[in-house]
């Protein structure tokens, strides 16, 4: 097996690869016409104690041209789930034209 592949176990069975690579620098680079980004604040419980409220952060990426009083439109969704040690804005700390980027790539 190749050094740079790690093979992962939920992947052993349908015998796929996960191969991980840097972001891309275009990535990085302005983008015409891109999205935003808006920070939302939600209730929720503290998953060390189920009795302690605590106010949680999530960021919504909105792509060019979203209009909130359009209600035939729809859009796709991704939902980006950070890990214990990140928070929601490790995703959108660097710039929105990462995500614009990304999401130009689906």
């Given at each position: 097996m190749r050094q740079d592949i790690v093979q992962t176990p939920a992947n052993n069975s349908s015998?796929?690869?996960?191969?991980?690579?840097?972001?891309?620098?275009?990535?990085?680079?302005?983008?015409?016409?891109?999205?935003?980004?808006e920070e939302v604040t939600y209730n929720s419980k503290d998953y060390s104690d189920a009795n302690q409220d605590i106010e949680?952060?999530?960021y919504v990426y909105l792509p060019p041209g979203y209009d909130v009083d359009d209600e035939s439109a729809s859009y796709n969704i991704l939902y980006l789930m950070h890990g214990w040690r990140m928070t929601a804005?490790?995703?959108f700390k660097y710039s929105v034209y990462v995500s614009?980027?990304?999401?130009k790539g689906f």
């Open positions: 015998n796929r690869m996960q191969e991980t690579q840097d972001v891309p620098l275009s990535y990085l680079e302005e983008v015409e016409n891109g999205g935003t980004i949680k952060v999530a804005g490790d995703f614009t980027n990304l999401i």
